[in-house]
């Protein structure tokens, strides 16, 4: 053979051996992929629906579009919230890439109110055996609504659960109905009146029912293939422990509350430390909470003012005109402090009256305070020495001792003072006392 016909023929050689070698790691790192990717996400919706539970379902949702999960499993228990977060649920379940099959479990869960609607809104329904859905009517949780806006909420309510469950597939009809007659039913009548595809007591039942089954994201149409697949499950960390614990708005406005009068007080008594430490950290968590909720910022502004007015006053002699201003200003704040129609987060009316009542009784507690303390005569400074009695040491003629106590003065006397007379202090130069006399002499053994 020709020489250089044979290191042609083993420069082939070699590039296809080559090219073998890379194709099979080329094909055996896409199938680790493919095996890696092939998993399912699992997170668990627990608790009422707040801000706190939107959040984690979108991060959820992001989690595993990133990962490229085949599906993302949502275990749903919740006794419904706030209407608004339900919202922002639903639209992250309608515009998530990855197939969401939301699960009632375990045994005794109930999706309720809100929680109806984040069930619906999957590609994939399912319940546990022993769980309930139901009963979405909206309330206010301010109190009671007038019948307009009530009227007007609640066909708000349900044209979304149409809307939500035509998109899906499911019995519209008795969407409305959760909505309008508060209506609420079993696992197994669920299944019956297609508000759910199927009951599954495990995970692994979920995924295997799951299988199969056809999920749409605009014109495209797919197939869950989930069967037998491996599972990851978010995990709430402790920041999302701790903001489920006190995203609530009343306790949230509690905790900003109990920081106000935790500052006032230091303010009040310096040096005594633990009123400062607790009020900060309360304030410091009433803020937490608030990044989490629709907080109004005017709202906001208006009990900062309050807090510096109430400040000034304990500062400032207004006659109670600043504490005035801070309750009013408390009130309005706290009225205003959170965002939302007529289903959205408000406070309390009882922690609101409670809130300002203890607040106005601890500055009239203050004011009146104050008030006795300046009809009090004044004790200290030279003020103070004015009208005190003392006894002559040294005769007054017109100058001389006394002694007020166990302390020693320098006296002058209009006129001559004899030795062991009381005197009253009228007037005070300097380090002298100008006395006039009361009574008799008193006995030598009195003036020792």
């Known amino acids: 053979m020709i020489p250089g016909a044979m290191s042609v023929t083993r420069f082939l050689s070699a590039s296809l051996f080559l090219s073998a070698i890379l194709f099979v790691a080329g094909a055996g790192a896409a199938s680790r992929a493919e095996t890696q990717a092939a998993r399912v996400l699992v997170a668990r919706l627990e608790g009422p629906v707040s801000p706190v539970s939107a959040r984690a379902l979108r991060q959820a949702v992001e989690r595993a579009e990133r990962g490229g999960y085949r599906a993302l499993v949502l275990e749903v228990d919740t006794p419904g919230g706030l209407e608004t977060s339900m919202r922002d649920m639903v639209k992250a379940e309608l515009a998530s890439s990855v197939p969401v099959i939301t699960w009632v479990t375990p045994g005794g869960a109930r999706a309720a109110s809100a929680g109806v609607f984040v069930v619906m809104a999957a590609d994939i329904a399912a319940m546990s055996p022993g769980t309930n859905i139901g009963a979405a009517t909206p309330i206010n949780m301010q109190g009671g609504m007038d019948s307009t806006l009530a009227r007007k909420v609640t066909n708000d309510a349900a044209a979304f659960a149409r809307t939500v469950a035509a998109q899906r597939g499911r019995n519209a009809e008795w969407a409305e109905d959760a909505v309008r007659k508060a209506v609420s039913v079993s696992d197994k009548e669920a299944i019956d009146l297609k508000i759910v595809d199927f009951e599954a007591a495990t995970l692994a039942e979920l995924l295997a029912k799951a299988d199969g089954r056809s999920w749409r994201r605009g014109d495209e149409t797919r197939t869950l293939a989930t069967k037998g697949l491996p599972s990851d499950r978010i995990e709430p960390g402790f920041g999302q422990r701790l903001l489920t614990l006190i995203a609530d708005p009343n306790i949230a406005y ?8 935790g500052i006032l007080f230091e303010l009040q008594n310096p040096g005594a430390i633990l009123p400062g430490v607790v009020g900060g950290i309360c304030i410091i968590l009433a803020f937490l909470a608030f990044s989490a909720l629709p907080v109004n910022s005017a709202g906001i502004a208006l009990i900062l003012l309050a807090i510096v007015f109430f400040v000034a006053e304990i500062k400032v002699a207004s006659h109670g005109m600043l504490a005035a201003g801070g309750i009013l200003s408390l009130l309005l704040g706290s009225l205003i402090l959170f965002e939302g129609g007529g289903t959205g987060p408000r406070l309390s009316w009882s922690v609101i009256l409670g809130a300002t009542a203890s607040t106005t009784a601890f500055f009239l507690v203050v004011i009146a305070a104050g008030i006795r303390a300046r009809r009090r005569p004044v004790t200290t400074g030279r003020q103070g020495m004015v009208g005190q009695r003392a006894v002559v040491l040294e005769r007054l003629a017109p100058a001389g001792r006394v002694r007020i106590g166990d302390v020693w003065w320098n006296a002058v006397s209009s006129s001559p003072v004899e030795w062991g007379t009381e005197v009253e202090v009228t007037a005070v130069d300097g380090l002298v006392l100008r006395v006039r006399p009361l009574d008799k002499p008193l006995s030598k053994e009195a003036t020792t």
């Open 254 to 261: 509690i905790l900003l509350m109990l920081g106000f009068y």
